[in-house]
């Protein structure tokens, strides 16, 4: 049982644009910054958006953040075959005083 | 360009310890301005945090691992390194090395190594 919490799974078709949700509570998300990984089949997970919505160079502008109370986004627009992944939020959680990840996100694109 | 490369035993008995190592290359472990961690991944489940530390010291865990997990830094060599005692094949999973910064976001991660708890 993940301390955040986000749908196992999610799908869309080329072009769509798709929304995934982290639910968790005022020890993490309500009170500290959200980050979001996507990690492709057999490889390692990989920085997509920090600080709730600020994307890392190389990084697609299709991919976007938000936060908003104990809750937090990441949206893809213009989806492509290649971002069929599964998705990860994270942050640090003051009652546990660690690093605290969802479940992820699966996503497929049909 | 910032690497991190796991290196360890893929093959671990139950009941004795795992330790991996993390090289980093590409940038000094020392800098001040991040700190140095570990996640794990059970096969088909999600990541889990281990533990963080600093070039300094002062490591900090999973409470749900803390009894067993050690974290520890080489600054000469700009290595980590974990252990972590008393396996089962619970622990069996990829075992992530990553950098972390001052909002808890893992930027640069290592590209895994698979740790299997059989006898």
């Known amino acids: 049982q993940s301390v955040l919490t986000q749908p196992p799974s999610a799908s869309g078709t080329p072009g769509q644009r798709v929304t995934f949700s982290c639910s968790g509570s005022?020890?993490?998300?309500?009170?500290?910054?959200v980050s979001w990984y996507q990690q492709l089949p057999g490889t390692a997970p990989k920085l997509l958006i920090y600080?709730?919505?600020q994307r890392p160079s190389g990084v697609p502008d299709r991919f976007s953040g938000s936060r908003s109370g104990t809750s937090a986004s990441l949206a893809i627009s213009g989806l492509q075959s290649e971002d069929e992944a599964d998705y990860y939020c994270a942050a640090w959680d003051d009652s546990l005083n660690g690093v605290v990840f969802g479940g992820g996100t699966k996503l497929t694109v049909l | 360009q910032l690497q991190l490369q796991e290196s360890g035993p893929g093959l671990v008995r139950p009941s004795e310890t795992l330790s991996l190592t993390c090289t980093v290359s590409?940038?000094?472990?020392?800098?001040?301005?991040?700190?140095w961690g570990w996640i794990r991944q059970p096969p088909g489940k999600g990541l889990e945090w281990i533990g963080s530390?600093?070039?300094?010291?002062?490591?900090y865990y999973n409470p749900s691992l803390k009894s067993r997990v050690t974290i520890s830094v080489d600054t000469s060599t700009n290595q980590f390194s974990l252990k972590l005692s008393s396996v089962t094949a619970a622990d069996t999973a990829v075992y992530y090395c990553a950098r972390l910064t001052g909002d808890s976001t893992f930027d640069y991660w290592g590209q895994g190594t698979l740790v299997t708890v059989s006898s």
């Open positions: 005022s020890s993490n998300i309500g009170s500290n910054p």
């Open positions: 600080t709730n919505n």
């Open positions: 530390i600093y070039y300094s010291g002062s490591p």
């Open positions: 590409g940038g000094s472990i020392s800098s001040t301005r991040y700190y």
